[in-house]
């Protein structure tokens, strides 16, 4: 999405300002490799359909609860795994469903402990997701399409367009498989929709994976711990403010004017900065969540002391967070780090105009830093050995 993945707020590192990145792990199987069944996606159904598969079968209702716990909360696999089922209902459930049905195709770690993973989905479409570690946080940022549509200029997730939107299922079992990661006795604290793609774009897909993210037979992660980033779809927001739940949101700028932002973010044409802001504003009236506006960085277009001084007149009286991150640079694209003086003068002036801002210097300037870089890096032959 437009956001790049620019991780909302103090506790998280950018996913396109990730660490430096140590050689990729072996997948989980052959490069190109689709995992394709017939069988539906066990992510993909409601506690209600279980309920309702169990009943038609003669299992009765309550195992409905010890297998979500079994996945949620107990990471198990498979269903064989699920060792108080009787073996007739684990039998049926590996019969019927695919517990995960993508596979790991590459997993990058950083020095710091940040794990990078290329999930590739049952139909050869590929998605990354990240988990990062900060103290006692165990945080994560999450994918909501195959691609992205928004098309902004500097972002590599975006450069193919979209192919499509990830299911619920797509979308949890990216949780999940970040979960696996982590030692029996740590869980995971927060989410962040701001992987690849435009998560209010895929509102569907996005919000039936965050209700069984903050269910707490599901992953009992509160609401306040859950951002969603948007490069500002305002019918979308107004939508996402009606379902009456207090996630954080995460709007992504990128420019003070409608000019230069629609040369960045061309959707903007379509919508204009006026339109986002007011939409944002509505969102924090009906959640009183405070807003974070994400900016990235770009050397020379929109780093000058103009920007930085139109950008606190359209936020100033507005209860905001800014969320600056200079550019990460990806191979192709002619977009280049601004100078330190630059960042130090922007960053000066936001703060003497009263701006709660938090900047991050950028980090991981090699490959895979940004997002989209891994599934695009391993599509080029060079990159193929490494998975």
């Known amino acids: 999405m437009g956001s790049l993945c620019m991780i909302f707020s103090v506790w ?22 689709a995992r ?21 079968r003669g299992h009765p209702k309550f195992r409905a609860k010890q297998i979500r716990r079994w996945v949620y909360t107990g990471r198990a696999e498979t269903f064989e795994q699920m060792t108080d089922l009787p073996a007739k209902l684990r039998a049926d459930l590996a019969d019927a469903f695919e517990l995960f049905t993508g596979s790991q195709a590459c997993v990058s770690t950083s020095p710091d402990g940040t794990e990078k993973i290329l999930v590739r989905l049952h139909d050869g479409g590929e998605v990354e997701c990240v988990l990062l570690r900060d103290g006692a946080r165990r945080s994560i940022c999450v994918s909501s399409q195959v691609g992205c549509a928004m098309g902004c200029v500097f972002c590599a997730s975006g450069l193919d367009g979209v192919d499509r939107n990830l299911t619920r299922g797509e ?10 990661r982590l030692p029996a ?8 929709m701001m992987g690849m793609g435009e998560p209010l774009a895929n509102l569907p897909g996005v919000l039936g994976a965050l209700d069984v993210a903050r269910d707490e037979n599901g992953l ?20 996402l403010a009606k379902v009456g739940i207090p996630y954080n949101l995460a709007v992504s700028l990128h420019a003070p004017n409608d000019e230069l932002r629609s040369r960045l973010v061309p959707v903007n044409r379509k919508i204009g900065i006026e339109p986002v802001l007011s939409a944002a504003d509505r969102y924090f009236e009906s959640s009183g969540r405070r807003l974070t506006f994400e900016y990235v960085l770009l050397g020379g277009i929109n780093d000058s002391e103009q920007c930085a001084h139109e950008l606190t007149g359209i936020l100033r009286g507005r209860s905001v967070m800014m969320n600056v991150i200079p550019y990460n640079p990806v191979e192709g694209l002619p977009y280049v780090t601004p100078s330190n003086r630059s960042i130090t003068r922007f960053k000066q002036i936001l703060e003497s105009s009263g701006i709660n801002v938090n900047f991050r210097q950028r980090k991981g300037n090699e490959i895979n830093a940004a997002c989209g ?9 060079q990159s193929d050995s490494h998975a």
């Open 373 to 381: 870089q891994l599934r695009r890096n391993r599509q080029s032959p």
């Open 185 to 192: 006795d740590e869980r995971l604290s927060h989410i962040v």
């Open 36 to 56: 394709r069944s017939s069988k539906p996606h066990w992510l993909d159904l409601t506690e209600d359909q279980l309920i309702e598969w169990l009943s038609d």
């Open 12 to 33: 998280f590192v950018p996913m396109t300002s990730l660490p430096i990145l140590s050689s990729p792990q072996p997948a989980d199987d052959q490069p190109g490799a």
């Open 220 to 239: 009992g992660i509160s609401p306040r711990r859950i951002t969603i980033s948007t490069v500002g779809l305002p019918p979308a927001i107004d939508k």
């Open 171 to 180: 979308i949890l079992e990216q949780m999940l498989r970040l979960q696996h």
